[in-house]
C-alpha cells in the first residue's frame, strides 16, 4: 500500500524568507508521480508542482522546488521569497503511474508572516 | 484557462435524504475523481471513473455511493441515505491521462 507522510502539521515563516515543507512516502512501484498541493482557506486544492520518479532532476516553478530523493523517499518542498499569498495547507501527494487512485498526505499548515 | 466546475459550492441536507453533487469536467479530459476530505483530516480518494464505469474504488465507496455521467458533460456523485459522517468537502477532479489531476472548489456537504 502506498503511503504519505507529512511530519510538521504545522509552520510558519517571516515574508521573503525560505521556508522546506518535508513529505516522504512508501510504494513498491517504480514509476509514479508525486505532487504538492496548495489549499487555501477557500479550501480549493491547486497544483503547485509535480515530480515524475523517473527524472532526476528536481522540479522548479518560479519560487516553489523540490528536492526529489527518491531512495530515500523523500519529496520536500522548497518555497523562497515567502509571501503572505503563500499561507495555506499544503499536501503531498503520491500516484502510480496509471493515474487512479491519488494518496494524499495529512498536509502541513504553514503561516507567512508579515 | 480551462476549469473543473462543481455546483453546488454548499448543500445542507438532512440525515436519511439523497444529494447528487456536480462536476463539470475539463472538456476534453476522459478519467474524472472523486475525493473526500473531512474537517482537518487529510484529502481521501473515492472513486476514479473512465470509459463509462469505475476504474477504481476505496473502501470508503460503499454501496451508499453512487457516480454517473448522465451526459457527455456532466459527472455526478451520488449519495444515498446521507449520515452525519458524511459531511465533508468533495472534490471532483479529471484528468487526461497524463499525470495531472485537475481540482474543482469542491463542494461543502453538511448533513444535519
Known amino acids: 500500500a502506498q503511503t504519505v507522510t507529512q511530519s510538521q502539521p504545522e509552520m510558519s515563516v517571516q515574508e521573503a524568507e525560505t521556508v522546506t515543507l518535508s513529505c516522504t512516502y512508501d510504494?513498491?512501484?517504480?514509476?509514479?508521480?508525486l505532487f504538492w498541493y496548495k489549499q487555501p482557506p477557500s479550501r480549493q486544492m491547486i497544483l503547485v508542482i509535480r515530480?515524475?520518479?523517473?527524472?532526476?532532476q528536481n522540479a522548479t516553478e518560479n519560487r516553489f522546488s523540490v528536492n526529489f530523493q527518491k531512495a530515500a523517499k523523500s519529496f520536500s518542498l522548497k518555497i523562497s521569497d515567502s509571501q503572505l499569498g503563500d499561507t495555506a495547507m499544503y499536501f503531498c501527494?503520491?500516484?502510480?503511474?496509471?493515474?487512479?487512485?491519488?494518496?494524499f498526505g495529512a498536509g502541513t499548515r504553514l503561516t507567512v508572516k508579515p | 484557462e480551462p476549469e473543473v466546475t462543481q455546483t453546488p459550492s454548499h448543500q445542507v441536507t438532512q440525515m436519511g435524504q439523497e444529494v447528487i453533487l456536480r462536476c463539470v469536467p475539463i472538456?476534453?479530459?476522459?478519467?474524472f475523481y472523486w475525493y473526500r476530505q473531512i474537517l482537518g483530516q487529510k484529502v481521501e480518494f473515492l472513486v476514479s471513473?473512465?470509459?463509462?464505469?469505475?476504474?477504481?474504488k476505496s473502501e470508503i465507496f460503499d454501496d451508499q455511493f453512487s457516480v454517473e455521467r448522465p451526459d457527455g458533460s456532466n459527472f455526478t456523485l451520488k449519495i444515498r441515505s446521507t449520515k452525519l459522517e458524511d459531511s465533508a468537502m468533495y472534490f471532483c477532479?479529471?484528468?487526461?491521462?497524463?499525470?495531472?489531476?485537475?481540482f474543482g472548489a469542491g463542494t461543502r456537504l453538511s448533513v444535519l
Open positions: 501527494a503520491f500516484t502510480p503511474y496509471n493515474n487512479n487512485d491519488m494518496r
Open positions: 510504494t513498491s512501484e517504480s514509476n509514479y508521480y
Open positions: 477532479a479529471s484528468s487526461d491521462g497524463q499525470t495531472i489531476q485537475y
Open positions: 471513473f473512465y470509459n463509462n464505469e469505475i476504474s477504481e
Open positions: 472538456s476534453n479530459h476522459l478519467y
Open positions: 515530480q515524475e520518479a523517473y527524472k532526476q
